[in-house]
């Protein structure tokens, strides 16, 4: 069995899990990027498939932000390498189409009620919010392409 960890790295990011025992849960993405404690007992071979971020983010966003994420994308990369991890980048465009999930020209709140609902209907039994619907998303994506 393929075990997962799916990123989604912005700033209010979230990881879902998928374990050798099926079982899927999410944790946020700690605000100092330090995984050391998260995974100190983890024996787990675990695949990393995170969203790739943008190289433009365009004029709404301050370039100060896509800087903190791509610094943030790039410390999660290199933590999970550095261990062995086989890490996967996956676009959003990419996975939200295979998911059937349309969201070209939606505004950002409605992107992600949009996705907060397809992730509550595909995992009705986890709590999921906002901060973590793309992940388990992600993870989703994940399992149904055998990444």
């Known amino acids: 069995m393929i075990t997962y960890i799916a990123i989604d790295p912005g700033k209010k990011g979230a990881m879902a ?80 189409k295979d998911l059937g999930l349309n969201t070209k020209g939606l505004t950002y709140p409605e992107r992600k009620r949009k996705l907060k609902t397809e992730a509550v209907r595909r995992f009705p039994s986890l709590d999921v919010t906002l901060t973590n619907c793309d992940a388990l998303l992600i993870l989703d994506y994940a399992r149904k392409n055998n990444l």
């Open 17 to 96: 899990f998928f374990n050798k025992l099926g079982e899927v849960y999410t944790v946020n993405l700690p605000e100092n990027l330090t995984f050391d404690e998260m995974f100190k007992d983890t024996m787990d071979q675990y695949t990393i498939v995170i969203e790739d971020v943008p190289k433009f983010a365009g004029r709404m966003i301050p370039q100060s932000s896509v800087a903190d994420l791509h610094f943030g994308f790039g410390y999660i990369c290199g933590h999970f390498e550095a261990r062995g991890f086989r890490v996967l980048r996956v676009k959003p465009q990419a996975w939200q």
